[in-house]
Each structure stands twice: as structure tokens, then as C-alpha cells.
């Protein structure tokens, strides 16, 4: 299945709920103050989120004025501009090599599958990856890992449950250095913010990063559960506080009706989502593209 029909079956809840409503709204309304109204609550049900609601449908209003529209088909298609617009004005994460991406989130989001799937990935590219097992917290979860590893066919470090996380990227670190590793891959514990532990163990990796591979291109990408809407953006900001992050890893996205909250994180935290994935199979990841994802709820 080609990539614009994987991105296109994953929001396929979020379009059929949102296209409909929208045709509805376009297809007997008056571009006046009620129709504005109507569409800035169908953005936000659709977990576009209160806030990019409104500065959207601002920003549709006074442009739809100055160019004097009055086909639905006309100002639909101004819709998709600005959306597109605005999701396209946050830089794009463009992934160097050498690279070390370091994979956070809260527990439950997919963090492990999401790290076999990028795996996967890299390898299609052609890419030398090997995976870290630094989630030495959950019972298994270094097992679980090496599963994924093993069906990837690459190279992963771990040690034993309960031991230092730093400790067992510091070797993946000298790994990737002595065998050329174009694409490290860490994983960490799921953690909430409320666990000052393990988000200042999440600091020590971090700094373990930054010493020992300065020569790696390093990236930090928090996973989110698209099904969680608006909840997920307040861990951007908890993650933030700790960590700097560099991009956003969206998944489950075919499990929601609210893809729309995929505007709300760019436009509200000036974050890229870098990669979306779009089923349960190891080869359902990919990266994001703005008017693609326009096109499809449209």
C-alpha cells in the first residue's frame, strides 16, 4: 500500500466526521457571522483545539472579505491554504547522520512498537540502526525490545532490568561510535511528570547524549497517542520543562475522528510532527507531510 493511501486509510474516522459536517456547513450557509461560529465549533470537535479554532476562522473571515468570495468550493479551498499554511510555517525536523533520536513519552502511547517501527524504517533507507534498551524500568520492556530488534534484523544494547538507563546508553553511545552506526535509537521509560525520578533520569540521559556523541546528530522526539486529543498536548509542556524536544511522533492516528489535533500541537508548541503512524503493521510509519494530511481530512 503506497504511503497517500496509508495516511488516507489512518484518518479516514477524522475525515468522514469532518468532511460531512463541513460540506453540510458549506452547503446551505451565508458567509456571515453565524457560519463562522458553526465552523469554529466543528474545528474544535474536531480537537482542533479552541484557540487555532478561532485564529483560523479570524483569519478565514478577513481574507474571504478581500477576495470577495462567495462559492463553498471557494472558500473550502482557503481553508486548506491557511491550515496548510500554518502547518508549514514550523521548520521542518530534517533527520542528519550520524543521528541519536532519543524516544520519550507517557506510559501507554507505543513508545516500544513506535521505536521498532522507526527501525524499520531506517532500514528501508538503507541505514545502519542500532536500538538501546534504556527503559531498565518495566519488567520486560528491554525483552520486548530485542523482539523488535530481531525482526528488524539490527543491533540492540541492553542490560539488565533495574539498572542505570545512562548507563546503558553510554554503551550504545561507544556501539554506534566503533561500528558506524548511521541511526541510534533510544528508548526510555514511560514516565508522567509527577515522577520527578525518572524525568531527572531522563535529564542524565540527556546529558550522557550531549557528552559522548558530539559528532552524532541528536534529536529528541515525544511520542503522543493521537486517540487522547487535547490531552496530549500538556505533555509537550511537562516533557518541555525538562528536556528540550525536537518533534512530535503521532500515533494511532487511525484509532480518532480528531486527527485535528495535529494543527493544534504544530500551531501551539511550533513543534513538527515528524513522523505519524498509520496502522498496527511494522511498516506502518511514515513522515509526515502537511498537505497530504490537508487534503486527506478535506
Not at 458553526?38 to 470537535?45: D, H, P
Not at 483545539?49 to 482557503?78: F, H, M, P, Y
Not at 561507544?174 to 514511560?190: E, P, Q, R
Not at 493544534?264 to 511550533?270: C, F, K, M, Q, T
Request: charged residues 30%; contains cysteine.
Amino acid at each position: 500500500m503506497g504511503l497517500f493511501k496509508k495516511i488516507g486509510e489512518a484518518l479516514r474516522k477524522t475525515k468522514e466526521a469532518f468532511r460531512r459536517k463541513l460540506d453540510a456547513l458549506l452547503s446551505h450557509g451565508e458567509l456571515d457571522d453565524e457560519f463562522y461560529e458553526e465552523l469554529e465549533e466543528l474545528l474544535i470537535s474536531a480537537d482542533v483545539g479552541v484557540t487555532s479554532s478561532v485564529e483560523i476562522c479570524d483569519e478565514l473571515r478577513q481574507e474571504a472579505r478581500k477576495r470577495k468570495l462567495r462559492k463553498a468550493e471557494e472558500v473550502k479551498s482557503l481553508l486548506k491554504e491557511i491550515i496548510v499554511a500554518s502547518l508549514s510555517d514550523v521548520p521542518a525536523c530534517v533527520i542528519n547522520y550520524p543521528a541519536v533520536i532519543t524516544i520519550v513519552g507517557v506510559n501507554g502511547v507505543g513508545k516500544t512498537t513506535t521505536i521498532g517501527k522507526l527501525a524499520g524504517y531506517f532500514k528501508r533507507q538503507k541505514k545502519e540502526v542500532t536500538l538501546v534498551a534504556g527503559d531498565t524500568f518495566r519488567a520486560a520492556a528491554s525483552n520486548q525490545l530485542a523482539e523488535w530488534a530481531n525482526r528488524n534484523k539490527v543491533k540492540i544494547v541492553k542490560h539488565a532490568e533495574g539498572a542505570d538507563a545512562a548507563a546503558v546508553v553510554y554503551d550504545g553511545i561507544s556501539s554506534a561510535k566503533a561500528k558506524a552506526t548511521d541511526v541510534l535509537i533510544v528508548d526510555t521509560a514511560g514516565r508522567l511528570h509527577t515522577k520527578t525520578n525518572l524525568m531527572e533520569e531522563l535529564k542524565k540521559i540527556d546529558r550522557v547524549v550531549e557528552r559522548e556523541a558530539p559528532d552524532m546528530n541528536k534529536y529528541t522526539f515525544i511520542v503522543l497517542d493521537a486517540t487522547t486529543g487535547q490531552n496530549a498536548l500538556s505533555q509537550i509542556k511537562h516533557f518541555d520543562e525538562y528536556i528540550s524536544i525536537d518533534g512530535i511522533i503521532l500515533t494511532k492516528l487511525d484509532g480518532t475522528a480528531k486527527g485535528g489535533v495535529i494543527i493544534s500541537i504544530v500551531r501551539d508548541y511550533n513543534l513538527p510532527v515528524v513522523f505519524v503512524g498509520t496502522g498496527e503493521g511494522i511498516e506502518d510509519i511514515d513522515t509526515f507531510d502537511a498537505k497530504e494530511f490537508v487534503d486527506e481530512i478535506f
